[in-house]
């Protein structure tokens, strides 16, 4: 079994460069295929969930090669058919954007149920009403469901809940519409605004991406272009976070500040301190945290995804902080990681409560997500002992190379192959 080790650190110090945002990269390969003409996206990071979709668009007829200084050329016109293998577009999320970006090129697209991230089960209903106001209808089966539609029509969408993966999808849906598409309540976040700023480079009309009112102008046709993808928000805020676990300074190089704005808040509400410049940000340690409170929202509230490194940083805390997590309520599988730890937390009905400022122990604990193995890790920077990391591959889903950036920092940490760790995978998950 593959497994990450980590002992416990002294302070970390240095920077890392942040890569693209993985999120925003889903979105941006979809969107590409909407092309009529090659595009170039710069600054795509090498990760497990991208070489999927590379696979998947191979059986398509989409052409895509990452060449030697990292751009990712992609070649839509020799897409073929718009059938997406069930099991492979089941072990990611966002396989869901392919409908977006096919259905009005081909009619009827195919795709495996949404996977990815095992900590809870993510509702496609927004998704299906606004495509279905669209003309699209919906067959569901056993492994996979089907989309169809013979022409697709601009509509005006409110969505019910604020979502970004729906917004995406049926702003991608609405590009090569015929009409005007009209979405209220729209996501705000960075990546809805950088998938929306790629297709207007290739000749969408799109406007209000950014605010919760977004207008879509169908077009006939889209040029291809180059467009470098927005840096990874999440990954910058975890690296933030880890020089409040194991002290020092770190700086994350290559940011939009802005996009981190309520985590730069939250941390020096917790007693780090913070500077921003133009494109870096550096986070201090000054050796004493405070409890907080911290509710998750959506962009541009405090991210469902920074909310487990946030977890491992909290135990580190005098005194007693309260996370409400109020956009996946289930999304609290590396708090009972964090317990076999000797962290000391209770979670009930979507809210955890974190007694910090007690003594972590190294364990063998397992990720469950990508956060979560980060949130792990983090850990295992201010725990006594080794604390070794199962679930490897879903760390691997997000990031490039975790081991490498946290040792360019000062940290120990190594990635290695053992069968000698004595529980597996499965009994890790199952003691939850």
């Known amino acids: 079994m593959r497994a990450i080790k980590v002992e416990r650190s002294s302070p970390l ?21 909407l092309a009529d003409e090659p595009v170039t996206l710069l600054g795509i990071p090498d990760i497990a969930d991208l070489r999927t979709i590379y696979e998947i668009g191979r059986e398509i007829g989409l052409k895509t090669e990452r060449d030697a200084e990292g751009a990712v050329h992609v070649d839509p016109r020799s897409i073929h058919g718009a059938a997406l293998e069930p099991a492979k577009s089941s072990s990611f999320r966002t396989a869901y954007y392919f409908i977006g970006s096919l259905l009005a090129k081909f009619g009827k697209v195919s795709v495996g149920y949404p996977g990815g991230d095992d900590f809870v089960h993510r509702p496609m209903d927004q998704h299906i009403k606004a495509l279905q106001m669209m003309g699209a209808t919906f067959a569901f089966f056993d492994r996979y469901y089907t989309v169809e539609a013979a022409e697709l029509k601009g509509a005006t969408v409110y969505f019910d809940t604020i979502t970004s993966g729906a917004t995406i999808n049926v702003m991608l849906a609405a590009v090569r519409a015929k009409g005007t598409t009209v979405l209220l309540n729209a996501a705000r976040d960075p990546e809805v605004t950088d998938t929306a700023n790629l297709l207007n480079q290739m000749g969408a009309k799109i406007a209000g991406a950014g605010t919760d009112t977004i207008r879509i102008e169908g077009v006939s046709a889209l040029h291809g272009c180059t467009y470098t993808v927005i840096p990874d928000r999440l ?6 976070m880890a020089a409040g676990v194991a002290g020092g300074s770190v700086t994350v190089e290559d940011v939009i500040p802005e996009h981190l704005s309520s985590c730069i808040a939250k941390l020096r509400e917790i007693g780090m301190h913070v500077e921003s410049n133009e494109h870096s940000i550096t986070a201090h340690s000054t050796g004493l945290l405070r409890a907080t409170r911290v509710r998750t929202a959506m962009y541009p509230g405090f991210a469902t995804d920074l909310q487990q490194p946030l977890t491992a940083l909290l135990t580190q805390a005098q005194g007693k902080s309260i996370i409400g997590e109020r956009i996946f309520p289930a999304r609290f599988n590396h708090a009972y990681q964090l317990m076999r730890m000797g962290a000391d937390i209770k979670v009930r009905s979507g809210v955890a409560s974190i007694k910090g400022g007690g003594p972590l122990y190294g364990a063998l604990v397992h990720a469950s997500d990508i956060r979560a193995g980060i949130c792990l890790i983090l850990a295992g920077l201010r725990a006594e002992g080794t604390t070794t990391i199962a679930g490897v591959q879903h760390i691997e889903r997000g990031y490039e190379d975790v081991v490498g950036s946290f040792r360019s920092l000062g940290a120990s940490v190594s990635l290695y192959d053992s069968d000698d760790l004595g529980t597996s995978d499965t009994d890790l998950r199952q003691s939850n």
């Open 13 to 33: 110090y240095g920077s890392v460069k942040i890569p693209g945002s993985k999120n925003s990269s889903l979105a941006l390969l979809a969107a590409a295929c």
């Open 235 to 240: 990954i910058a805020g975890a690296f933030l």
